[in-house]
């Protein structure tokens, strides 16, 4: 046995008591991660059933104005033509809302599912940004907006600039980066889309000039469902699915979403998504390569 | 001289899943990413997927980028095909610390294998067989028909290659901060 002075125990007791208390704090740390992750869980959760409750005002209502204006103009007679061209264009903003919004629930679905993949082509950058711009044209006249391309007006854009990557994946970014800007952008307002080449990789930025966003919420929007004005008065439609197939689609694709914005000072995201590196015929097996570990 | 495999070839993205009940060879390369494959001898069916992370947050979709997620999805797409979930075994493969962290009590690639073992055991899985950990990464073939995995250790690349071949993406944004 040894023998321990006064001192030596004491100090030894005081280094445990030290370490525990140290443990104690990482414990404390930890149990703090836990309660937020637990909250954001049940946050998740409670998205979820208020975006089924949802459905019916976003998707049934719109396909009752539908029936029920296209049944109006049916009916109507060939000296109302201009009122039939107001109705038309309500029924195309209501079944183009539609498209969009499912075109997000299946790609999220079929992301959370697993089974989407690149579809890897040449594009051309140009004309997809072209018809991304066209499809928002009558979003964008509704609210007066402007929208700019590399500081140039619509029609000047430039074609010629090719890209390899997935055009259905780009597109669905664009047009969700585009949805938001026109949908949070005030009357009369400037959006600003940039696009380069840079090392290899397609640099996408829009910028609004809207409410902005503050620096607490930059972490959630790109969670499901999250929408930061959900109340009932919210005027702004849409399940809150967009951002975050964004994220997960600059993800598949090797690419990073970033965000600079400030209450009050609009929003800008700047998407970059590196050039896809051919096919995956860098994973075709040889004969050699098919043995247990080489070592 | 490539090897005529039998069955049409999957690459399997990271975050993505597979099954199948025909004959398949799912591969894929895994650093400190994880793959569990499944397999039931009854049917001849297989299921892979390939997870980056270890649990589901709440951010971003409920998506098989995270482990808990992928391999119950897995499962439930096992049982989809015709499997029965008392039949189902499990290999795991991946988890490997890639990048040298000095922190190693907070390694991905552990964090990930783990997960696998937690859920499977949870469910009930057996795991046959795995090759987890280490710092090379691994290259991964899998035979949905015969359940057999095939599997080969990467080289671990030079710092210096690692540096030389960042991609794009890291450069510019090391620039734009």
Redesign the interface.
Known sequence: MIRLSDEDLINELKKRFEENKKNLDELTRLNKILTK?NN??S??EAMKSHFISNISNEIINPFTSILALSKTILESSKESWKQVISMVALIHSETFNLDFQFANIFA?AK????????EISKIDVCGLIKDVIDSFKYEAKKKNLKILINSEPVSKIQSGLFFVSDYLKIKLILANLLSNAVKFSFTEGVIELEYKL????L?LSLQDHGQGISPENH?II???FQKLDSGINSFNRGHGLGL??I??FT??L???I?LKSLPGKGARFIV???ESQGD?EG?????N??????? | ???I?PGNIH?L?????FASHEEWNI?T?LGSCVAVCFWDPIIKAGAM?HYMLPLW?????????YGN??IK?SVEKMIQIGCRIENIKAKVFGGAEVLNSKNTQFNIGDRNVEIARIVLDELGIPIVSSSTGGKRGR?I?FNTATGDV????IKPPEPSEILNNL???A???KN?E
């Open positions: 992750v954001r869980l946050e998740a999220a992301l959370e599912a697993g089974e989407i993949m690149p840079e090392n290899g990789s640099i972490d790109f969670d499901r975050s197939v994220k997960a993800d598949l090797g690419g990073e970033s970059i998504l590196p995956i994973i075709t097996f040889n004969g390569e098919l043995l247990f570990d080489e070592e | 001289m490539n090897q495999l690459f993205y990271p975050s993505t899943i591969t390369i997927n947050n709440g951010q971003g979709l409920a998506s098989p980028k997620i992928a999805k290259k073939l095939k599997h080969k250790l991609p794009p993406t450069i510019l944004y734009n």
